[in-house]
């Protein structure tokens, strides 16, 4: 195997563009434009790069979005090995369309790729991968309020061998799906239930800081007794009653004297949008705590008003505050304030070009 010289620049891939010949008229696509919903439709392309051990990166693709064929033997079919992101592209007033921090979510496939043992794809590819498909779809990107483009990034074993290590073979894919407003008719504080009896990814050595499905497979049964129990959503705890996050959303506490506490552990997915929120609220002067936040100093910090606000974050909903916390034989009612929606306002008009950009975490991909 050659050796890769990290320093080197990264030659910009030549894509082979295939149009889709059947893509969706314009009408019609407003019509779906109007009401999105969020991850029904796809836009009218994909693109896709190859990699091997040996031949590296190759084969880059756009093509018309479809069905992908696979060997049975496919290796994600049998253990899993698979990573994604989620990444949104938002339309300006001007009609331009931009991206928010795309090396971050780039650099994190890179460490999702190496816990998982995939290979690394290298950031420019990454960047360069949403450009091209947004030369074809950028049409797809909507124009209404609080409305997106939502990105999926994935990368997955296709190697057909039943024996049990990395993939030789890999394929990388983009996909697109319009996105409305998560929350119709304005954000709503949800319940959230506390698993005692599962976790999402074990909390030492695991894979919960990684971007893998088999995180979101272990929270499917949790989901689903929090629904059971009238919940919105559910929260984890890690075997020392930490407090990790939702399974898809980060958890943030605001104390009385406005500093901001998130509970920070290996087997937490580190979040963009908790990233940023944290760097908006110091650029106004909150302090801000990145440590382990047991259940106990919660609880207690809601019964004693030492805690005034929690809430979720995330690409997908943005900011959500969270109303109820609800376990086996108790339910709390959470503070509301207004620090989670103020925070809100601002990123979200930073990613519509309404605000200045002072960080520089937009990249314009339509040019
Ligand atoms: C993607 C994800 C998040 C949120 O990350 P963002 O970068 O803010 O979208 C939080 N938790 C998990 C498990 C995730 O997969």
């Not at 360069?128 to 990034?153: C, F, H, M, N």
């Amino acid at each position: 195997m050659t050796t890769i010289d990290e320093t080197a620049a990264v030659k910009p891939l030549e894509f082979a563009v295939t149009r889709n010949l059947q893509a969706v008229a314009p009408e019609r696509r407003a019509e779906i434009l109007t009401n999105p919903g969020f991850g029904t439709t796809f836009t009218d392309h994909m693109v896709d790069l190859c990699w091997s051990t040996g031949g590296g990166w190759h084969r880059p693709r756009v093509q018309p979005y479809g069905p992908i064929s696979l060997d049975p033997a496919a290796a994600v079919l049998h253990y899993g090995q698979e990573i994604f992101e989620g990444i949104k592209a938002y339309r300006h007033a001007d009609g331009s369309i931009h991206t928010f921090r795309p090396d971050q979510n780039a650099l994190r496939l890179q460490r999702s790729a190496r816990r998982m043992a995939l290979p690394e794809l290298p950031v420019e590819y990454f960047i360069q991968s949403l450009k091209e498909l947004i030369a074809v779809d950028g049409g797809w990107v909507p124009s209404g309020e609080d409305q997106t483009l939502y990105l999926r990034p994935f990368m997955f074993a296709k190697e057909a061998f039943l024996g049990v290590r990395p993939a030789q073979k890999v394929a990388y894919y983009l996909i697109a799906s319009p996105a409305g407003a998560y929350f119709t008719g304005g954000v709503k504080p949800v319940s959230i239930w506390l698993s005692e009896d599962y976790a999402r990814a074990a909390s030492k050595g695991g894979t919960g800081a990684a971007k893998t499905g088999g995180n979101y497979a272990a929270s499917l049964l949790p989901q689903s007794e929090a629904s059971a129990n009238g919940c919105d959503q559910v929260v984890f705890l890690d075997p020392d009653r930490n407090v990790e996050e939702l399974g898809g959303m980060n958890v943030l506490f605001v104390k009385k004297d406005g500093t901001i506490v998130t509970p920070s552990s290996e087997s937490i997915l580190p979040g963009i949008t908790r990233d940023s929120l944290l760097q908006l609220a110091e650029d106004r002067g909150h302090t801000v705590e990145r440590r382990p936040v047991s259940l106990a100093e919660w609880r207690e910090g809601v019964a004693s008003g030492d805690i005034v606000e929690v809430f979720a974050c995330g690409t997908a909903a943005v900011v959500t505050p969270i109303g109820t916390l609800k376990g086996e034989g108790f339910e709390d009612a959470q503070p509301q304030g207004e620090l989670a929606l103020s925070l809100r306002e601002e990123l979200t008009d930073i990613q519509y070009g309404r605000r200045e950009d002072r960080h520089g975490w937009l990249l314009r991909l339509d040019a």
